[in-house]
């Protein structure tokens, strides 16, 4: 069994794969779709909630730090994505890249990870949509009525079921079409961005950034239960607390969940015009971009109110400050293209779905027949519908707010993995072409994997019980049918 479980698929059965007409994509993506759709995926939730949230609970105004910190975390994983996307161009990103190196079970591990991330994601957004929905047609005509509203004070949220169907038929008219839509809401955010930032400046006070790094304060209540609190804290028994900068990596793990852009670009490198090129340059560009918006951004809210006087609990922290401060108008601007803005993250977290779903049934591990893409769109047609079916029924009928962090800690867990991945490849396959190169290897995929899990320890205990049961999950599966109905074991 222990051969079964570390059989690896070479790279270039992975790349020949790709030329099935039945199991291929269309290549139609450059280096600016890639970066719009990294900087696409990023502006929703971070920058329009957590920001303020992560600042109120856990940093102060040096949650820009954890902004930077989060940056660095994933600047250093995505060399090591770059590199294995511009080697290995196929979709299903991290999990089609630790096929080729640390082996099948492994890889079906972090592609059942991946997609508790996407599918919880898609569906957390879609319901972040509606409750901004709600809030921008409050008080007229078109108010929805509480019942289909939400899930929780009702029986239904239908605009978040609603979302994730309209998402579907566009993903599987094309990538190419999603790209489009893309572009034009990506447009549309950083609008409102650079609204925000601008107006914002003038409205700092430097006071409130005084302490920057505000100090450690201990947890009580709620706050302070086992379950509740890092993990890093229960396993090395130091004292509950928040703030300080335990607080600004605590806040580091929790805005996290914003940069999870360059994570979706790399499922499409299968789908990417001259990939070696392309990738790195859409992975790189659109880290780069949302990483100094979001410090920017965490400095202007903190500059306008005390972190003390944000609600941790408050949906849209960013609109109500400018609200507080007598301009309900940019509060209306920001619901606005929070509002259009979720709706581009939701379908690209989705996208990313669908393609890590296609890779893992085109190797055998998930049902064959889910990877046959659509004879005139070339998308995963069958898989998109019914994942989409899924998401819908979360969205519309489960409160996902609990579920979060799930999104991160999968994440992380993958970049832990490519990172890991990049030095195993390195050794078993030094004749690859590599267009990008990590530099000082084995040094800098091994900081980028220490990082990345220190993050992960600063994530709740509730956080890392729910993980372990989705990954215990997905170990009896494979055990009891993917192993068996493998591409690979057929082969032997």
Known sequence: MSQTFFRTKSVEQSIQDT????????????????????????????????????????????????????????????????????????????????????????????????????????????????????????????????????????????????????????????????????????????????????????????????????????????????????????????????????????????????????????????????????????????????????????LVITGMQSYKDIDPSDGAPLATAFVDVGLPVMGDLIAIGACIGLTVVCMILFMGQSRVGFAMARDGLLPTWLAKTHPRFKTPYRLTIIAGIIIAILASFIPLSELAHLVNIGTLAAFVLVSIGVIVLRRKRPDLPRSFKVPFVPVLPIIAAVVCFYLMLNLTAETWLRFVIWLVVGVLIYVFYSRHHSRLNRAS
């Not at 499922?267 to 990483?291: D, H, W, Y």
């Open 19 to 298: 030329e099935d007409p039945e199991h291929s994509l269309q290549k139609k993506l450059g280096a600016l779709d890639l970066i719009v759709f990294g900087v696409g995926v990023c502006i929703g939730a971070g920058i329009f909630v957590l920001t303020g949230q992560a600042a109120a609970s856990n940093a102060g105004p040096a949650v820009s730090l954890s902004f930077l910190i989060a940056g660095i975390a994933c600047g250093l994983a995505a060399m090591c994505y770059a590199e294995f996307a511009s080697t290995v161009p196929v979709a299903g990103s991290a999990y089609t890249f630790t096929y080729a190196t640390m082996g099948e079970f492994l890889a079906w591990v972090i592609g059942w990870d991946l997609i508790l991330e996407f599918t919880v994601g898609s569906a957390a957004l879609a319901t972040s949509f509606s409750q901004y929905l709600a809030v921008v047609l409050d008080g007229t005509p078109l108010q929805i009525p509480e019942a289909v509203a939400t899930a929780e004070g009702g029986f239904i949220n239908l605009p978040a079921g609603l979302l994730v169907l309209a998402m579907t038929a566009i993903l599987v008219g094309g990538v190419k079409i999603s790209s489009r839509v893309n572009q034009v809401v990506t447009a549309i955010k950083l609008i409102v961005v650079f609204a925000v930032i601008i107006a914002g400046i003038f409205l700092v006070k430097v006071s409130n950034w005084v302490p920057f790094v505000p100090p450690s304060q201990g947890a009580s209540g709620e706050q302070g239960s086992a379950l509740s609190l890092p993990l890093v804290q229960t396993l090395f028994g130091l004292e509950p607390s928040v703030f300080g900068w335990g607080g600004v990596a605590a806040a580091a793990a929790m805005v996290f969940f914003a940069f999870i852009g360059f994570d979706v670009v790399a499922t499409t490198a299968e789908e990417t015009k001259n990939p070696q090129r392309n990738m790195p340059i859409g992975i790189f560009g659109s880290l780069a971009i949302v990483t100094l918006l979001y410090m920017a951004v965490s």
